[in-house]
């Protein structure tokens, strides 16, 4: 059978199928969706209000803190994902963005903690880092015959090189000697065994948060690693399928992820001395009563 032959057979199958399964597919979603519906929306509403404190000038109008920013920006980014992910169902999806915004939780926690204009100028100056390993990462594979000169010609400028090796040699003894995969080093680099980076639980436990950690890490590794744990989130009796997930997870990761989110940005306004700072707090710790007491979800 020719190629084109066989492209055509399964595009008839694939619109057939999906002609049968699509209607009931989109009523049995709604269906399921309704009792959240509620905490959802409330999740989405928390979300334009992290919209609505950028529009307003809280954070990203100020060049002093592009670390404080690039946090904020990638935490309420991840709230927006996490809702988006549980508005269809995707339950152990969303647990991979509730443990990206928990990361960026810990580091505006580690930079606001003490010496922040040292520990923001620590975060920042890290891109040359990735910069720098990117290029070394890139060498290895041309060295291996796994991209051809060419390629990385194209990607590796003879000035961008430079540019990278200079920026990197400027900063390089804040970070590990040999293994520079974490902008923390320099902090802890007198208490980590054998001079390692610092992993996220390190980080955690220094903050007072390994309580987090392990309901953050540990509780949803199975959702975000391959695991058979996730026989019971992807089959129903003992048919495996794709169909969504709509549980008390919802309630359950949404919440974690509002009260972080809450508390990175009570964190930060405190900080910045926004006049406004009490009334936001009080604002934030209202809005996660509300959203997580008050709502019970499907309850």
């Not at 509730?98 to 520990?119: A, G, M, P, W």
């Not at 309580?211 to 019971?232: E, Q």
């Not at 008390?248 to 990175?264: K, M, P, T, V």
Request: charged content about 20%.
């Amino acid at each position: 059978m020719r190629e084109k032959e066989i492209v055509e057979k399964y595009d008839r199958i694939l619109k057939e199928y999906a002609n049968k399964v699509l209607p009931g597919f989109w009523h049995t979603l709604q269906n399921q969706r309704r009792p959240f519906q509620p905490f959802l929306d409330k999740l989405f509403n928390f979300y334009l209000f992290c919209s609505y404190l950028a529009d307003s000038n809280f954070f990203l109008n100020d060049e002093r803190y592009p670390s404080l920013n690039i946090l904020y920006v990638k935490a309420c980014l991840a709230l927006f994902g996490i809702h988006n992910c549980l508005q269809y169902g995707l339950v152990t999806e969303s647990a991979v963005l509730l443990r990206s915004l928990f990361e960026s939780f810990l580091n505006v926690k580690l930079i606001l903690q003490k010496d922040t204009e040292e520990r923001m100028r620590l975060f920042d100056d890290f891109r040359y880092v990735e910069q720098w390993n990117s290029l070394q990462a890139n060498k290895n594979l041309l060295k291996e015959g796994k991209i051809s000169k060419e390629i990385f010609d194209r990607t590796f400028t003879p000035d961008l090189i430079n540019k990278i090796e200079k920026n990197y040699l400027s900063v390089k003894s804040n970070y590990h000697p040999t293994n520079p995969y974490h902008w923390a080093w320099k902090i802890f680099k007198n208490e980590t065994k054998n001079q390692r980076n610092p992993t996220i639980y390190f980080i955690a436990n220094k903050l007072g948060l390994s309580t987090d950690y392990v309901k953050v890490y540990g509780s949803l590794s199975a959702s975000v690693h391959n695991s058979p744990s996730l026989l019971n989130l992807v089959s129903t009796g003992n048919v495996i399928t794709l169909a969504p997930n709509f549980s008390e997870s919802i309630h359950n990761i949404g919440c974690l992820a509002l009260g972080y989110l809450s508390e990175l940005i009570d964190d930060l306004v405190g900080y910045l001395g926004f006049g406004e700072s009490g009334e936001i707090s009080t604002y934030l710790s209202i809005f996660w009563i509300r959203a997580c007491n008050e709502d019970q979800g499907g309850k």
